[in-house]
């Protein structure tokens, strides 16, 4: 069964940088767009970026010109370079199919935590 594994979480002060990867085994990772997800507790899972199989990025507007989404088809991981971080960047952060292109996802994984102080 496909199941993502992400880490690279951590605690980092405002403006700070966290690189976060996720390894993904079991599957074609070539032929799947990939994307980012964070989860705040109470709230619902949100997608903040997107990367195509084509390397082409998409970011929600909340974490343009700071995150930077990358992949690396043989190592069959999923990176995302966080810098400039915010408090409201906190979250649990998880990766898994582009939900806009693929209508089944994986199961989700443990997620990394992400948290920045201010």
């Known amino acids: 069964q496909v199941q993502p594994v992400e880490s690279g979480g951590g605690l980092v002060q405002t403006g700070g940088s966290l690189r976060l990867s996720c390894v993904v085994s079991?599957?074609?990772?070539?032929?799947?767009?990939m994307a980012w997800y964070r989860q705040v507790p109470g709230n619902q899972r949100e997608l903040v970026a997107r990367i195509n199989t084509r390397n082409l990025p998409t970011y929600v507007e909340s974490v343009k010109g700071r995150f930077t989404i990358s992949r690396a088809n043989v190592q069959k991981t999923l990176f995302l370079q966080m810098d400039s971080l915010k408090p409201e960047d906190t979250a649990v952060y998880f990766c898994n199919r582009d939900q806009q292109v693929h209508s089944n996802l994986w199961p989700w994984g443990q997620g990394t935590q992400v948290t920045v102080s201010s």
């Open positions: 079991g599957t074609s990772f070539t032929v799947n767009a």
